[in-house]
Each structure stands twice: as structure tokens, then as C-alpha cells.
């Protein structure tokens, strides 16, 4: 199972929006509407920010929003503040009743 | 509060076996599917394999098939991997999570467990 396509790096300043995607497959992205995303700050747990391609989980901003068209997902988030700076990995659910991440993408507020 | 706290991780050989252990709280643990994740130093994220709630039903990324193999013990909320073969590319923080029951992903995660593959 190949890992989904994330980009290294993403940057914006604060109060910008930033989206990330996340390109897989019609076997995992594309297939299924389980994509979710993860924040983890260095030294951290990862986070759940949202579910099923766009829900958020109870007390997540809702500066944090999920789309997908096709087999590519997207996380953006609004009115970037200092504490989004993160790495951030998206997830799918796959056709072989597993699971694969993506390389994850780091995201710099400057 | 819910809680999973991992704990067996260690300094181990190549080619050995290592057993990890996840006690979970607060949550009625049985109910429940558990997942293994981990995590290389600096590197991303991989899942690992996943239990169902009952322990019926068990799946594993094809890095780990036939060499890992996931348990569970409802009388005692606890979550195992074991993990035998060891090899250099295994070593990472491996965390426990559980399952969002019925939405096929993760939400809570322990704290997680370094195991180290070397010489």
C-alpha cells in the first residue's frame, strides 16, 4: 500500500488560508469518504481535526475545514494563526480493510 | 477521562521479538476497535494493524504481516502487539489508538512507546 501524496511544506502568514492536499487512489481516496487529518505539534500526540473528509470533531475551530474531489482531499485552514504551525498527515481508509497516511506536510506561520 | 498508555518499548536486537502492551480507561474498552500506529524518529506516520472489539477480526499493514501480531484482553482493557523478527527499519514511537467506532478513523491516541531496533 502506497502512502498518499502530501506536499513537504506549505506556508502563510497570519489570518491567510492554507490548504493541504492529500492525493491517493480510487483503492483508498477516491473510494471511500473516510479521509481524515491529524495536527501534531514536535514532541505531541497527534490530534484528529476532522473525520470522514469534512467533520470535525467536538472543540476542533472551525477554521479547520475537509473537501474532496476525487481522488485528492484537502485540508484548509482559515485565518491562519501562530499556533496552527504544525505537521499535519492526512489518512484514508483503504479497499484491503486497512489504512495509510500520508508523508505528512509541514506548515510554517510566518 | 479516556486514556491509553503504552508501555514494553526498549532497546532490542534485530532479528528478537518485543511485546507491547496498551491499558485503556475511562471507555468501555470491549466496545471498541483498538489500532496500532507508528511513527519512525523524523518521519511520518504508518499504520500498523487494527483489532476489532471482540478480537474477531485483525488486519496489518504488509510491513509488519506475519511477523506482528495484535491481541486483545477485554477482561483486562488491554491491547498487545507482538512483534517478533525485528528489524532496523521497525524502530519507532508506536502508539495505540482507538478506533472512532464507525467512522473509520482514530481519536484518541496514547502516549505512545520507543522501540529501538539495533546492535
Known amino acids: 500500500q502506497s502512502a498518499l501524496t502530501q506536499p513537504a511544506s506549505v506556508s502563510g502568514s497570519p489570518g491567510q488560508s492554507i490548504t493541504i492536499s492529500c492525493t491517493g487512489s480510487s483503492s483508498d481516496v477516491g473510494g471511500y469518504n473516510y479521509v481524515s487529518w491529524y495536527q501534531q505539534h514536535p514532541g505531541k500526540v497527534p490530534k484528529l481535526m476532522i473525520y470522514?473528509?469534512?467533520n470535525r470533531p467536538s472543540g476542533i475551530s472551525c477554521r479547520f475545514s475537509g473537501s474532496k474531489s476525487g481522488n485528492t482531499a484537502s485540508l484548509t485552514i482559515s485565518g491562519l494563526q501562530a499556533e496552527d504551525e504544525a505537521d499535519y498527515y492526512c489518512?484514508?481508509?483503504?479497499?484491503?480493510?486497512?489504512?495509510?497516511f500520508g508523508g505528512g506536510t509541514k506548515l510554517t506561520v510566518l | 477521562q479516556v486514556q491509553l498508555v503504552e508501555s514494553g518499548g526498549g532497546v532490542v536486537q534485530p532479528g528478537r521479538s518485543l511485546r507491547l502492551s496498551c491499558a485503556a480507561s475511562?471507555?468501555?474498552?470491549?466496545?471498541?476497535?483498538i489500532h496500532w500506529v507508528r511513527q519512525a524518529p523524523g518521519k511520518g506516520l504508518e499504520w500498523v494493524a487494527v483489532?476489532?472489539?471482540?478480537?474477531?477480526?485483525?488486519d496489518y499493514a504488509d510491513s509488519v504481516k506475519g511477523r506482528f501480531t495484535i491481541s486483545r484482553d477485554n477482561s483486562k482493557n488491554r491491547l498487545y502487539l507482538e512483534m517478533n523478527s525485528l528489524r532496523a527499519e521497525d524502530t519507532a514511537m508506536y502508539y495505540c489508538a482507538k478506533d472512532l467506532s464507525g467512522h473509520y478513523t482514530f481519536d484518541i491516541w496514547g502516549q505512545g512507546t520507543m522501540v529501538t531496533v539495533s546492535s
Open positions: 483489532i476489532s472489539y471482540d478480537g474477531s477480526n485483525k
Open positions: 470522514e473528509v469534512s
Open positions: 489518512t484514508s481508509y483503504t479497499s484491503s480493510s486497512t489504512w495509510v
Open positions: 475511562g471507555f468501555t474498552f470491549s466496545s471498541y476497535g
